[in-house]
């Protein structure tokens, strides 16, 4: 199983990012998926996950700003990324729980001990 985030990059306050999740071996539709961020010095912090019925949750700092969603056919999970700030700078992680039929409960969706597989990240840098 292979995660592969792509997308990042460095805008302006205010500019937009969609960051992409590639999964192999492993089907997107299938299990609960996130995408974390951390910034020097910082905890790993969960900004959005999506779970089987495509169910989104989110950070409240990110709210409606962020749109987390997948695409079945391609595999694929995104995080749209609009109205950036300074304080989105970060590592940006995409992550997947795999275990077959598991219940990830909705509190626990947003902690990084709620997934067993991660990408190595794609770097998010806003600058004003």
């Known amino acids: 199983v292979q995660l592969v985030e792509s997308g990042g990059g460095s805008v302006q306050v205010g500019g937009s990012l969609t960051l992409s999740c590639e999964a192999s071996g492993y089907s997107v539709s299938k299990g609960y998926m996130a995408w974390f961020r951390q910034a020097p010095g910082k905890e790993r912090e969960g900004v959005a996950a999506?779970?089987?019925?495509?169910?989104?949750t989110c950070t409240y700092s990110v709210k409606d700003r962020f749109t987390i969603s997948k695409d079945n056919v391609k595999n694929t999970l995104y995080l749209q990324m609009n109205s950036l700030e300074v304080e989105d700078t970060a590592m940006y992680y995409c992550?997947?729980?795999?275990?077959?039929?598991?219940?990830?409960?909705?509190?626990?969706?947003?902690?990084?001990?709620?997934?067993?597989?991660w990408g190595r990240g794609t770097q998010v840098t806003v600058s004003s």
């Open positions: 992550a997947a729980e795999l275990r077959p039929d598991y219940v990830l409960q909705v509190r626990n969706r947003l902690r990084p001990n709620g997934y067993n597989r």
């Open positions: 999506i779970d089987t019925a495509g169910m989104p």
